[in-house]
């Protein structure tokens, strides 16, 4: 019988596969590169074939790696980025390259929209805010400035949807992509078809994919990705969720008492309401299948992890090198340094903008002096992305409409590190824990195939069966001082040098940043 499921998870710079049992222990998993290509300042864009070229190739070294038979496979299901756009002709080919939702070459088209309040009206239909990468706004661009776009498109898909097709062969979605686009009337869980009309996108909604259920069978591998992959032909594939999603499927994300945390390219910060949150505006909202009847609102920026990773590539590319030949992380060495310096005193602080901050502020490191060390600055970076955290969850939590969780979630690169995890903790100010696994987009999407095979009823079945804590934290009171007086810091330091790079517009709330991505 087929016991194993795979996961294939498309992030803004990997392609993640993975295999797990039905217990939800993780085997094995391989990495690939997603590149991106910036063809105008602005712009993001990627090859999908190349994608699902490097998606097809993880799996067949997976599968040859740890010597997996593909009869024991169970299932088949992608995750992938919200939001951005993939376009495909009649013949399934792409019409263009794929935009990430890093992409913010609608700004202008945003700031027309907002003059003539549009977008203070789409938002309401669909239950978040407008912003440069979401779908629709890209659609919108698309129709205006390349409308031979428009003609040539057949289907309108998200990152995930279009590794499904070229493993199923089938044109689907679920309401968890459909509602981090931008199109969905969350309530009624179909296409806002009135408010897009409205929005001048009636064109595009017969190009819109059919919507299904995350935990669905919508295909099975087809016999050229079965040659590509090393599948076998007829092995079953889901629907799945997007990676926003999977990561809190696979945190255990089940209730309205926690909030999830995702620290990755992006800053996401989530929340379960039995109805759609509107006050605050969160940046990303959908129905949620962990919790039947509820939904996740998110508030999402690009000001987390990827800040690191850019440190490390760039200015410790040689220690990068080092650690790696001598069969180390360089994102542990940051660890140890970061470990080793908490006790020290450093005003040191970094804000986290290298991919955007208030009104285009640009990122920033203060408060060195001559006896600052790798440490220190390794700290302030670790310490800046968690205030920008912090500062959108004080936002999510900060309304009307607002969870009161009692429970952090943590996940993404950061929660491998102890030392960040634990001060992920003290500066949110709630017992925190990390699930097990290092795969948490590919898990959630191993989830739905779970439930899509019958190995578990439901998704919160399938949840409870897959998903155990790893580690806890609880604060630390003794660093609640200092954490106190830097984020105070850090917050008005934000404000002044946003003042200072952009001074004639108010600071936006986070939900104006572009982007929506694990």
Not at 17 to 24: K, R
Not at 206 to 214: E, F, R, W, Y
Not at 345 to 363: I, K, N, Q, V, W
Request: net charge negative.
């Amino acid at each position: 019988m087929a016991k194993l499921f795979i996961g294939v998870d498309a992030g803004g710079t990997m392609v993640k596969v993975a295999a797990f049992d039905a217990e939800g222990h993780e085997l094995g998993c391989e990495h690939r590169p997603n590149p991106m290509t910036f063809p105008h300042p602005g712009w993001t864009e990627r090859d999908p074939d190349a994608m699902w070229r490097n998606a097809a190739a993880a799996i067949r070294d997976l599968l040859e790696r740890m010597a997996i038979d593909p009869a024991d496979v169970a299932a088949v299901t992608a995750s992938g980025y919200g939001a951005g756009i993939f376009l495909l002709d009649r013949a399934g080919r792409p019409v263009r390259p794929a935009l990430g939702s890093t992409d913010s070459r609608a700004a202008d088209l945003i700031a027309r929209w907002r003059r003539s309040g549009l977008a203070t009206e789409l938002p309401f239909a669909v239950s978040q805010g407008v912003w440069t990468g979401q779908t629709s706004v890209l659609l919108a661009w698309f129709q205006e400035n390349e409308p031979e776009v428009a003609e040539r498109t057949a289907h309108v898909l998200s990152c995930k949807d279009f590794l499904t097709y070229r493993l199923s062969g089938t044109i689907s979605t679920d309401p968890t992509d459909a509602g981090c686009a931008g199109v969905l009337d969350l309530e009624r869980g179909c296409y806002a078809a009135d408010a897009l009309r409205e929005a001048g996108l009636r064109r595009w909604l017969d190009k819109l994919s059919p919507i299904g259920a995350a935990g669905e069978l919508v295909g099975k591998i087809t016999p050229e990705a079965a040659a590509l992959t090393g599948l076998r032909t007829g092995t079953p594939v889901a629907r799945g969720v997007y990676d926003v999603v999977g990561c809190s499927l696979a945190s255990g994300f089940t209730g309205t008492d926690q909030l999830g945390v995702v620290a990755g390219t992006f800053s996401i910060n989530s929340t379960l309401h039995p109805i759609p949150c509107l006050d605050p505006m969160p940046t990303l909202q959908s129905p949620y299948p962990g919790a039947p009847g509820h939904y996740i609102a998110t508030i999402a920026t690009p000001t987390s992890a990827s800040n690191l990773e850019w440190l490390c590539r760039t200015m410790l590319a040689a220690e990068a090198e080092r650690a790696l030949r001598a069969g180390r992380s360089i994102y542990d060495i940051c660890s140890e340094l970061v470990a080793e310096g908490m006790e020290r005193e450093s005003d040191a602080m970094f804000l986290p903008y290298l991919f955007g901050g208030p009104d285009g502020a640009p990122g920033a490191l203060f408060g060195l002096t001559a006896g600052s060390s790798l440490g220190d600055v390794l700290r302030a970076v670790f310490e800046g992305i968690v205030f920008a955290h912090r500062t959108d969850i004080d936002y999510l939590l900060g309304g009307g409409s607002s969870a009161q969780p009692k429970q952090v979630l943590l996940a993404g690169g950061p929660s491998k590190s102890h030392v960040w995890s634990q001060m992920f903790c003290d500066v949110i100010g709630l017992p925190l824990t990390v699930a097990e696994g290092s795969e948490f987009g590919a898990k959630g999407a191993a989830i739905c195939g779970a439930v899509a095979t019958g190995a578990a009823p439901d998704i919160p079945t399938a949840i409870a069966q897959m998903t155990r804590v790893a580690r806890s934290y609880t604060p630390r009171t003794e660093r609640l001082s200092r954490i106190d007086r830097q984020y105070d810091r850090y917050r008005r330091m934000s404000r002044q040098l946003s003042d200072a790079w952009m001074p004639a517009g108010p600071e936006p709330s986070p939900s104006c940043f572009a982007g929506a991505q694990a």
